[in-house]
């Protein structure tokens, strides 16, 4: 019996974070499909090639695990060289963007300043938007098509063939376990290093699947025989509205009613979250240039406030790009202290200290567990209430139990 390839075992044993790298890096013989419950996830062709190309994969692949030791920073949240509570001064970026437009309005930024010739991101696939592409914009309308974020599943790093294939400076826009691998990426390859001089991450606290988006749409009453044109997780104000558009099946365009960003992520998305994000070390983006999220110690008073995104540069070049950004008057900022992030995001931090626990009851079934290193994991859990650590140990065997999450993941693909 031959041996199952690396990348197939790493979804098997639900260490995939659904990137798209090593599909992405290897067209020809991974392909990137939609599981509605599994997420999206490579599948490797049945073939002595498919087996080569995920045996060379595997090396890019941050899903089975990271080095953090150099980027761990003081806390284990990744380094901190500057951080600020900033909008995109452009109002229509600040509007459509998740949190303040940050994102967006770095990436135009980057564009416009020639320090690179295209950005790679995630958009609404246009015949189906409930699931997403990656893709390769270069300009304000291409990078428009991604502002505001997608709580569904998405694989940015699937651009990494198209950047290595072209000639042009690209910068990297994905959440931190995508920017986790294309740093695993450029660190085995130094030309596809040059070529990706600037990484964004954004903040994530774990991404639901399509079985959540489609329970989502019932919430907002989209008729299950009608056409999805468009459908917004966040943005258009801060948190802003989950909404849909969609062609009825007499043909008329209509608008859903929108419910707030706490009601969808919080009764409908996030129960949906993957087994590998409840297990993840780095919601942050330590990995990344600049990582962006959302200033909650600072909570919008309603959600058509204009926004807020917090900025934390973590490289010198990301340091350099957001000065030379809120000296443009691109970004419009005020500084923070550099603890900011604990502060900003409690939940995360309560999610980095369970992950110990929960990693150490998931080597109690046997379960292999991601091979991080450089991270105060046993530190982090070691200061979370007694409660919180038990739950996170007896919780997680309960749920290993009850899910039989040991079973080997197999993936059907929606498409
Ligand atoms: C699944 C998920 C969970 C999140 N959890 C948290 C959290 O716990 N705390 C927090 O502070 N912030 C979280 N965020 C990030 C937050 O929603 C904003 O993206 C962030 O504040 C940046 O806002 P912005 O207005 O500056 O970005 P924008 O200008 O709106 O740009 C957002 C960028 O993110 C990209 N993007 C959107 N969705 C995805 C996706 N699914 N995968 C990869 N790239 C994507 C887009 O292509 C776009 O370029 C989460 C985002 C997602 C998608
Ligand atoms: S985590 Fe990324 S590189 Fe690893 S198997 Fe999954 S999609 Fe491929
Ligand atoms: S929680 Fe971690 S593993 Fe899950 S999508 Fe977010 S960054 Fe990736």
Redesign the pocket.
Known sequence: MTRTDPITRAVQRNLCTGCGACAGAFPKAIRMVDDPVHGRRPVVAASAEGRAAAEQAVSLCAGTGADFTAHAGDDGFGPVLGAWS???ADAE??H????????????LFALEQGLVGG?A???ARAEDPRL?EA?ISHDRAG?M????????????AEALGAVAAGTAAVAF???PC?VASVHKAKTSDPSLSAKLPLS?A???????NLVATDRLLDRLGVPKDATVLDLR???NG??GLMQARYRDADGIEQDSPGIPYCTG?GKI?QSE?RWRCRICTD??GAFADIS?????HTPPEGNTDA?R???VARSAAGLRLVKAAIAAGVLVAETQPVDVIAK??P??VA?QGAVWGRRLAMRGFGMVVPADRGLPLMQAWLVLPLRAKISSVAGTARRIWRQRLWRAVVIGGAR
């Open positions: 900033a909008h995109a970026i600040r459509r963007g998740s949190s303040g437009g940050a994102v967006t309005a770095l990436a950005v991101h995630i958009a997403n893709v990078l098509r991604g502002a505001g974020s997608r709580y569904a599943q998405a694989s940015p826009i994905g959440k995508d964004i954004i903040f994530c606290a774990g991404a639901p997780y966040r943005g801060w948190p992520w998305l979250r919601h942050t962006v999220g959302d200033p909650w926004g995104s917090l900025v900003a995001q939940n995360l999610a």
